[in-house]
């Protein structure tokens, strides 16, 4: 089974430029999450989609951060204008949805490291 | 709201000797998972076990097994037979046990763990 897949791996922008991360979720997979995860820190949930709606965003800086999930797939994530304090490391994860204890593992990706110079 | 704490940013150990990581959490939940995620170097965040609250077994998988206290909010990690493998951040983590699609996982500060040869 394939994992969760992001990109890019590494991205440098300088502060006030736009950037974009992609994330695909594992196959099946109804449930999306963005997490920011600054160093020395665990992951903060910014954003997380139940297919393609959103199910919780209330961490998620509304006026300079944006996600969509159009077709209840793959997931964009996007930083415009960024900060220097927007460096950190952008995990995507997803999960099935449903009861189970099995259906309630968050998987991630490999995660976006972001720099803001 | 949920919190994690985790007491001990790093430790070390030698090879093949057996550690326990520390894990306490705050919550008015009654019904909830717990889980222990790795992030090596490479920084994929690989989940390491789990526990539903409801359960009073303590799970294993491997090497590797918790200490649910589910009275005292503790959820420790014990790695026995450490392997050089295992060098990595070590998160704990917790999320409600949800119907209703909000399944936002909560992280502690993580604990690096270093295997010495």
């Known amino acids: 089974e394939a994992g969760v897949a992001q990109s890019p791996r590494y991205k440098i922008i300088e502060k006030r430029q736009s950037v974009a991360f992609w994330c695909n979720p594992i196959?099946?997979?109804?449930?999306l999450y963005w997490y920011q995860q600054i160093l020395g820190q665990g992951p903060k949930l910014l954003i997380q989609f139940q297919n393609n709606g959103v199910v919780d965003d209330s961490q998620l800086p509304k006026d300079r951060f944006s996600a969509e999930r159009l077709k209840g797939v793959d997931s964009t994530l996007k930083i415009q204008p960024a900060k220097l304090e927007d460096s950190a490391v952008y995990l995507c994860a997803s999960s099935p949805r449903g009861g189970l204890a099995t259906q309630e593992t968050q998987y991630f990706g490999p995660g976006t490291r972001l720099l803001v110079l | 709201a949920q919190t994690v704490t985790q007491s001990q940013p790093e430790m070390s150990v030698q090879e093949a000797e057996t550690v326990t990581l520390s894990c306490t959490y705050d919550?008015?939940?009654?019904?909830?998972?717990l889980f222990w995620y790795k992030q090596p170097p490479s920084r994929q965040m690989i989940l390491v076990i789990r526990?539903?609250?409801?359960?009073?077994q303590n799970a294993t998988e491997n090497r590797f097994s918790v200490n649910f206290q589910k009275a005292a909010k503790s959820f420790s990690l014990k790695i026995s037979d450490s392997q050089l493998g295992d060098t990595a951040m070590y998160f704990c983590?917790?999320?409600?046990?949800?119907?209703?699609?909000?399944?936002?996982?909560?992280f502690g500060t993580g604990t690096r763990l270093t295997i010495i040869p």
């Open positions: 526990q539903e609250a409801y359960k009073q």
């Open positions: 196959s099946g997979h109804a449930t």
């Open positions: 919550t008015s939940e009654s019904n909830y998972y």
């Open positions: 983590a917790f999320r409600p046990r949800s119907n209703f699609g909000n399944e936002k996982l909560t």
